[in-house]
């Protein structure tokens, strides 16, 4: 069964606005992912954070963890149609055991 | 319903033996897509069988690596000669076509090769 629940399902934004996902999970984690996919190709892996960092950037990305609360949140800033994808959070919690949610589907409006 | 099913769950190898995987994806689903991830490394793209068009290969690392999918449903992923480095978990996912966004996985195959 998938892990990560995010939130929303699908978002639709000009495009130079931010875009914010959030995903939440159930158990303990060594780390988690964030994925992004073009429709009809293979996942891209985004930017993987620890269990003990609270925020990452990677270029126009901004992940942050809560542990305490076990959700985390992807930032897109200015973003771009070439963004339009679908965003998945992705937890590993061992053994390499990776865990996906249903993803977010964004649409950036040029 | 049944989801995604992969065979065997855990394989250990020894180097230069060839092994392989299988991928039992869900019924009627006809993308199949092979992923791998290394120890505290993102998933890694391998390969892409949409119905019967010819698959993406542009993931596979090396040519040790092949994939067959027969009668557009099982798969199976052979690595020949197989070295450390392989050893990964292998995942696999199907989705009810290629437009869908939502990729559903099996559990995973975890290589160690000796």
């Known amino acids: 069964s998938q892990q990560g629940e995010e939130d929303p399902q699908a978002l639709s934004i000009q495009e130079g606005e931010n875009a914010t996902m959030n995903c939440s999970y159930k158990?303990?984690?060594?780390?988690l992912q964030w994925y992004r996919q073009n429709s009809g190709r293979g996942l891209v892996h985004l930017i993987l954070?620890?269990?003990?960092?609270r925020e990452k950037h990677s270029g126009r990305l901004r992940v942050t963890l809560d542990t305490s609360k076990k959700s985390s949140s992807l930032l897109i800033t200015a973003s771009r149609a070439a963004d339009t994808a679908s965003y998945f959070c992705?937890?590993?919690?061992?053994?390499?055991?990776?865990?996906f949610g249903t993803g977010t589907r964004l649409t950036v409006i040029p | 319903g049944a989801g995604v099913s992969q065979s065997p769950s855990n394989k250990v190898t020894e180097k230069g033996k060839d092994v392989e995987l299988r991928c039992d994806p869900i019924?009627?689903?006809?993308?199949l897509y092979w992923y791998r991830q290394s120890l505290g490394q993102g998933l890694e793209f391998l390969i892409y069988?949409?119905?019967?068009?010819?698959?993406?290969k542009s993931g596979l690392p090396s040519d040790r690596f092949s994939a067959e999918r027969t009668g557009g449903s099982v798969s199976t992923l052979t690595i020949q000669r197989t070295q450390q480095e392989d050893s990964a978990v292998y995942l696999c996912?199907?989705?009810?076509?290629?437009?869908?966004?939502?990729?559903?996985f099996g559990p995973g195959t975890r290589l160690l090769v000796l």
């Open positions: 158990t303990s984690i060594n780390n």
């Open positions: 954070i620890r269990s003990n960092e």
């Open positions: 992705a937890t590993e919690t061992g053994a390499n055991n990776l865990f």
């Open positions: 019924s009627g689903h006809t993308a």
């Open positions: 996912a199907s989705t009810e076509d290629s437009f869908q966004e939502t990729q559903y």
């Open positions: 069988f949409q119905g019967n068009s010819a698959p993406d």
